[in-house]
């Protein structure tokens, strides 16, 4: 009888932890999703074919086309993100000015701005300037649509795994705003349950021993969005965009674990790094660099909402009632645009909303002062290494090794710097994680510039006192136009580590053609 007492009280204790497992889900509704016929044919993409089902999701949808306010760090005001000089929107006061130093021979310098909504993924692709628009051949592959239309569903079946090869711009002109990220991106059309397009995070799952089709649906309401708010590289031993995107997680989801992926994931030919994985080599430092996306599933995972099982869709999508009905909300975006913080207080309850703010402001704020104080010392690193290739003087009788030693450590420095700047929360999704991977960075960053002054028996360190912005100023303006011009690029001393670009005319204007 006491072991069948004791059974039963165990039995009912389990029961009452199961809403704590779950995290700020739902118990009700998660454990099965409404099944709908909508009607629709399988694969429609096209956003505006959903809005007669589900008319309150879609209306919650467009509001994701709101340009005017912004939070204290982010919001969706287009502007560019390095400018700290010309009027940035009103009431918004921070600007990373290096962003455009340290990509310096990547698209990325030519143009990088704060992301708008969902709704103008890709009217804002097509008209950016990394996009090659003075060109017959746009320069990039068509794997680089894969995160802006789940019209990749139609392409993939379509070419098979020709498509990753193509050229961007030969389906240009197969999309409008309408096959934006929407409906499709998330949801099967015929039943609306959640499923996942993106063949590479597919290929993830399958790695680890996981059925994309057979997942629970208090997973998917992440993995829909780690579709593409992730890292990923091109899976091709000459970098080259050829083959089909990875995502680098095989040895876990840490910016060094990302790191380790890229060490014999390439095939770079350059003493030293033979065989890693770069997405270029700065003209500065001489330097194989990497390039980070958009980190936040691999912030978030083992995050503190992360690991208390908070799903995105918790916080970015909070439930709402329509008519008496409860649905998610498709406008997706922070928290914090809701004056009440109500997407936080369904957790947070005890907690006023401007205690939660302050709360969320304090993380981003110490983040972001971090994380220019990372830029900064990554800019002195490049600088040093510069000086220390092109020093005279006399040389110690293990440079070459000093040299290695300090581009790998720019290299990594940079690439953790990037990884905290990349991502969206500035620091929230994983306080403790953002601020480590900015001392690392800063401590990368310092090691490079130690190297290259023990390489030039500190020959340079005069060159490299003071003042940063002094050293080298912030490239506040580049783009394709303008490195056609050799005059512009007199007027800073990194740009002499360029290439003009050949004279050309522009050729598209968003996804229409104009000559």
């Known amino acids: 009888m006491t072991n069948r007492l004791f059974g039963l009280t165990l039995a009912a204790a389990a029961l009452l932890a199961l809403p704590l497992l779950g995290g700020c889900q739902d118990v009700d509704t998660e454990l099965k999703a409404p099944e709908y016929k909508t009607g629709l044919p399988a694969g429609e993409t096209r956003i505006s074919a959903y809005k007669e089902a589900f008319p309150h999701q879609y209306a919650s949808y467009q509001k994701n086309n709101e340009t005017s306010v912004m939070t204290e760090y982010k919001g969706s005001v287009p502007f560019h993100k390095n400018d700290d000089v010309n009027p940035l929107p009103k009431g918004y006061k921070h600007a990373q000015p290096y962003l ?273 104080v990372a830029q900064e010392y990554s800019v002195r690193a490049h600088e040093a290494v510069r000086l220390a290739l092109e020093y005279t003087g006399e040389k110690p009788a293990d440079y070459d090794q000093l040299i290695i030693r300090a581009k790998e450590a720019v290299r990594k420095g940079q690439m953790f710097w990037d990884f905290v700047s990349a991502e969206n929360s500035v620091g929230f999704h994983n306080p403790a994680k953002a601020l480590d991977t900015l001392t690392s960075s800063i401590t990368l960053s310092q090691d490079a510039i130690n190297a290259a002054l023990k390489a030039t028996n500190y020959g340079i360190a005069p060159k490299l006192e003071g003042d940063i912005k002094q050293i080298v100023p912030p490239i506040l303006k580049m783009s394709r136009k303008l490195q056609q011009d050799p005059e512009y690029l007199k007027t800073h001393p990194w740009f002499a580590y360029l290439k003009p670009l050949p004279k050309a005319d522009q050729m598209w204007e968003g996804n229409k053609k104009i000559q």
């Open 100 to 372: 455009k130093n340290l990509w310096l021979g990547y698209p990325f310098m030519y143009e990088y701005n704060e992301a708008r909504g969902h709704t103008y993924a890709v009217k804002d692709f097509v008209n950016i300037d990394r996009i090659n628009r003075y060109g017959e051949k746009g320069g990039l592959p068509a794997t680089c649509w894969n995160c802006k239309t789940p019209k990749m569903v139609q392409w993939i079946k379509q070419y098979g795994d020709d498509f990753w090869a193509k050229d961007f711009n030969q389906f240009r002109t197969e999309v409008t705003d309408d096959d934006s990220i929407g409906c499709a991106t998330c949801h099967n059309a015929e039943t609306m349950q959640l499923q996942l397009y993106s063949e590479p995070l597919k290929d993830y799952l399958k790695s680890v021993g996981k059925d994309p089709a057979k997942l629970p649906r208090s997973e998917m309401r992440s993995l829909v969005c780690a579709q593409c708010h992730v890292e990923y590289y091109f899976n091709d031993p000459g970098h080259g965009p050829t083959k089909r995107p990875v995502f680098p997680w095989k040895n876990g989801f840490t910016p060094e674990a990302i790191y380790s992926v890229y060490e014999d994931n390439g095939n770079v030919d350059m003493p030293g790094f033979k065989g890693k994985f770069a997405d270029w080599v700065h003209p500065v430092s001489q330097t194989p660099m990497l390039k980070m996306q958009h980190p936040d599933y691999e912030t978030w995972i083992d995050g503190p909402h992360g690991a208390a099982g908070v799903a995105c869709a918790d916080c970015h999508m909070p439930y709402q009632r329509e008519e008496g009905k409860k649905m998610s909300s498709h406008w997706w975006t922070s928290p914090l645009r809701d004056p009440e913080l109500r997407a936080c207080r369904q957790c947070h309850a005890d907690k006023t909303a401007a205690y939660l703010r302050g709360r969320i402001e304090y993380t981003q704020d110490k983040t972001y002062k971090q994380l220019l």
